[in-house]
């Protein structure tokens, strides 16, 4: 008898993907309707195309300082009450406590290899699961929104925080004139601006897929679904403060915390909830569910929990393993699949050919990436090749697909497709709903007292260094999301002295001084 989630009858002579996903389909790509358009997301395709286009024969653009750790995720076999069948057929959370392998890179996103650990910055959270299917990657960050809900503004969000490309330093001017002039980014502004934006370590941090996926069941019933680790060593954050005492002392805090916590076997733990939506635009909303700058209420989608993570397991190399690691939201396993969520859409093309760009076409062949099951590709060549893939197949000679001469054949899916309708016009156009600020006036009220000072604070020292325009629409929006949050900013700025430099990292607004310090708290030397 069939495994009733079983979705693709594998066979040795299956075609799979280099992450050793086997191909139901070598013959068309994803479009809307039979004639097209193609839609972005073509996983298959993409890195079918990528691959060939480099058969002929450098640092991380984002996420550059990193971390990792291996370790399993167990999971329960349901979603809440619920057994986990009725909303995916994905073999990785079927059965109660089965054990899947996995790595764990956790990041600062904006900085280089060498840069501090308590910048303020949103974290990486990205694992890599090595599922009986081929692997599937949930790449993400520890805050639970983006500041952008397009894929076309991801470039300019970047250069406009990463540092000056004339002095290379950062510029929290350059960095308000982005996020004033994109008021969908006042949400993540006023996470990251408060004591959320500096993590106490890689261990105490939440994660979040952030992105909207789709989950099928093998009936190709799909729903909505947003995922959540949530860490059960508890969540600590840090204020400017106490971040410079720590960067003062140790500059690799977080990535020595979660080694040695390993090493002594105290191993960090995380629980996996999801919050689960049907496929539908749901007008009852005041916001698009797609719109990845927003929280889902969880009054009324509650967090169901569907599993654990441990990291046990330090790498032996941390080159190899931890700078090797390659991540790409496109990489879903049969019955995970994607949303129409515009900066998923946008990053699945991205990620995945940043990594053929920076670690190289066969990036796959790599331990750390490579699937732990059998892979059967028709890919040839390309740099640092250094395994065939189709050996598989009973004749070697044949590379290509399709052919009667018993080369590599595609898998039997029995798990039906989910196929949603989808009808308009073709447009370059911002979502109907956006509703900008008022979940960012929602967290405003849920802080704390201490977090709040600690926000205005933050904000005021960076702002009161920049052009008065820039000044005035962060106002505007801080005003928009809350009375109380406009009114502190305002009257901050109004009472504020003028007289630093913006060019400082995010939230430190003395550091300007800190190269005539050094001049001055210098000690003479005689050359020797």
Same mark, same amino acid.
């Given at each position: 008898?069939?495994?009733?989630?079983?979705?693709?009858?594998?066979?040795?002579?299956?075609?799979?993907?280099?992450?050793?996903?086997?191909?139901?389909?070598?013959?068309?790509?994803?479009?809307?309707?039979?004639?097209?358009?193609?839609?972005?997301?073509?996983?298959?395709?993409?890195?079918?195309?990528?691959?060939?286009?480099?058969?002929?024969?450098?640092?991380?653009?984002?996420?550059?300082?990193?971390?990792?750790?291996?370790?399993?995720?167990?999971?329960?076999?349901?979603?809440?009450?619920?057994?986990?069948?009725?909303?995916?057929?994905?073999?990785?959370?079927?059965?109660?406590? &089965?054990?899947?392998?996995?790595?764990?890179?956790?990041?600062?996103?904006?900085?280089?290899?060498?840069?501090?650990?308590?910048?303020?910055?949103?974290?990486?959270?990205?694992?890599?699961?090595?599922?009986?299917?081929?692997?599937?990657?949930?790449?993400?960050?520890?805050?639970?929104?983006?500041?952008?809900?397009?894929?076309?503004?991801?470039?300019?969000?970047?250069?406009?925080?990463?540092?000056?490309?004339?002095?290379?330093?950062?510029?929290?001017?350059?960095?308000?004139?982005?996020?004033?002039?994109?008021?969908?980014?006042?949400?993540?502004?006023?996470?990251?601006?408060?004591?959320?934006?500096?993590?106490?370590?890689?261990?105490?941090?939440?994660?979040?897929?952030?992105?909207?996926?789709?989950?099928?069941?093998?009936?190709?019933?799909?729903?909505?679904? &947003?995922?959540?680790?949530?860490?059960?060593?508890?969540?600590?954050?840090?204020?400017?403060?106490?971040?410079?005492?720590?960067?003062?002392?140790?500059?690799?805090?977080?990535?020595?915390?979660?080694?040695?916590?390993?090493?002594?076997?105290?191993?960090?733990?995380?629980?996996?909830?999801?919050?689960?939506?049907?496929?539908?635009?749901?007008?009852?909303?005041?916001?698009?569910?797609?719109?990845?700058?927003?929280?889902?209420?969880?009054?009324?989608?509650?967090?169901?929990?569907?599993?654990?993570?441990?990291?046990?397991?330090?790498?032996?190399?941390?080159?190899?393993?931890?700078?090797?690691?390659?991540?790409?939201?496109?990489?879903?396993?049969?019955?995970?699949?994607?949303?129409?969520?515009?900066?998923?859409?946008?990053?699945?093309?991205?990620?995945?050919?940043?990594?053929?760009?920076?670690?190289?076409?066969?990036?796959?062949?790599?331990?750390?990436?490579?699937?732990?099951?059998?892979?059967?590709?028709?890919?040839?060549?390309?740099?640092?090749?250094?395994?065939?893939?189709?050996?598989?197949? &009973?004749?070697?000679?044949?590379?290509?697909?399709?052919?009667?001469?018993?080369?590599?054949?595609?898998?039997?899916?029995?798990?039906?497709?989910?196929?949603?309708?989808?009808?308009?016009?073709?447009?370059?156009?911002?979502?109907?709903?956006?509703?900008?600020?008022?979940?960012?006036?929602?967290?405003?009220?849920?802080?704390?007292?201490?977090?709040?000072?600690?926000?205005?604070?933050?904000?005021?020292?960076?702002?009161?260094?920049?052009?008065?325009?820039?000044?005035?629409?962060?106002?505007?929006?801080?005003?928009?999301?809350?009375?109380?949050?406009?009114?502190?900013?305002?009257?901050?700025?109004?009472?504020?002295?003028?007289?630093?430099?913006?060019?400082?990292?995010?939230?430190?607004?003395?550091?300007?001084?800190?190269?005539?310090?050094?001049?001055? &708290?210098?000690?003479?030397?005689?050359?020797?």
């Amino acid at each position: 008898m069939e495994d009733e989630n079983q979705t693709n009858v594998e066979n040795e002579d299956t075609l799979t993907t280099r992450q050793g996903h086997p191909v139901t389909n070598n013959q068309s790509i994803r479009t809307i309707g039979n004639r097209g358009p193609a839609t972005l997301e073509n996983y298959d395709f993409i890195e079918k195309i990528s691959h060939f286009d480099r058969e002929k024969v450098p640092e991380r653009i984002v996420h550059a300082r990193g971390a990792g750790a291996h370790g399993y995720f167990e999971t329960y076999g349901t979603v809440g009450d619920d057994p986990v069948s009725k909303y995916t057929r994905a073999k990785v959370f079927q059965e109660k406590g &089965k054990q899947t392998p996995l790595f764990v890179r956790f990041s600062t996103v904006v900085h280089g290899r060498h840069s501090p650990e308590t910048v303020r910055d949103p974290r990486g959270f990205a694992i890599k699961f090595y599922t009986e299917d081929g692997n599937w990657d949930l790449v993400g960050n520890n805050l639970k929104i983006f500041f952008i809900r397009d894929a076309m503004k991801f470039p300019d969000m970047i250069h406009a925080f990463r540092p000056d490309p004339v002095t290379n330093i950062q510029d929290s001017q350059r960095f308000f004139d982005f996020c004033s002039s994109s008021p969908e980014s006042f949400h993540m502004v006023t996470f990251v601006y408060s004591p959320w934006g500096i993590p106490a370590n890689y261990r105490m941090m939440q994660g979040s897929g952030v992105n909207t996926y789709k989950w099928v069941n093998k009936d190709g019933e799909a729903v909505l679904v &947003k995922y959540h680790w949530e860490p059960k060593q508890g969540i600590k954050n840090l204020t400017v403060k106490e971040a410079s005492e720590i960067q003062a002392t140790n500059f690799n805090h977080a990535t020595q915390d979660l080694y040695d916590a390993i090493e002594k076997g105290d191993y960090p733990e995380w629980e996996l909830f999801v919050q689960i939506m049907s496929d539908d635009e749901h007008s009852e909303l005041d916001f698009d569910p797609l719109d990845d700058t927003k929280l889902w209420p969880e009054d009324q989608f509650p967090w169901l929990p569907v599993g654990k993570m441990v990291l046990n397991k330090n790498p032996e190399d941390f080159f190899t393993e931890v700078e090797q690691a390659t991540f790409g939201t496109g990489v879903l396993v049969d019955g995970l699949d994607f949303s129409d969520d515009k900066m998923l859409q946008g990053r699945t093309f991205s990620y995945s050919d940043t990594q053929r760009y920076r670690v190289g076409a066969n990036h796959l062949q790599l331990p750390i990436n490579a699937a732990k099951k059998r892979v059967a590709t028709n890919q040839a060549g390309g740099q640092m090749r250094y395994e065939p893939e189709n050996a598989n197949g &009973k004749n070697p000679h044949i590379n290509y697909e399709p052919s009667t001469l018993d080369g590599l054949k595609e898998a039997k899916q029995t798990g039906k497709e989910y196929t949603p309708k989808v009808e308009g016009n073709l447009v370059r156009e911002t979502i109907d709903r956006q509703s900008n600020t008022k979940q960012a006036g929602e967290t405003y009220r849920g802080f704390e007292d201490w977090e709040k000072d600690e926000l205005i604070s933050n904000l005021v020292g960076d702002l009161s260094a920049c052009d008065k325009r820039i000044q005035e629409k962060m106002v505007a929006l801080a005003e928009e999301a809350d009375d109380e949050y406009g009114r502190r900013l305002k009257e901050g700025l109004e009472h504020a002295e003028n007289t630093g430099s913006s060019k400082n990292p995010l939230g430190n607004k003395d550091s300007e001084k800190a190269p005539e310090e050094a001049v001055d &708290k210098g000690h003479d030397a005689e050359r020797y």
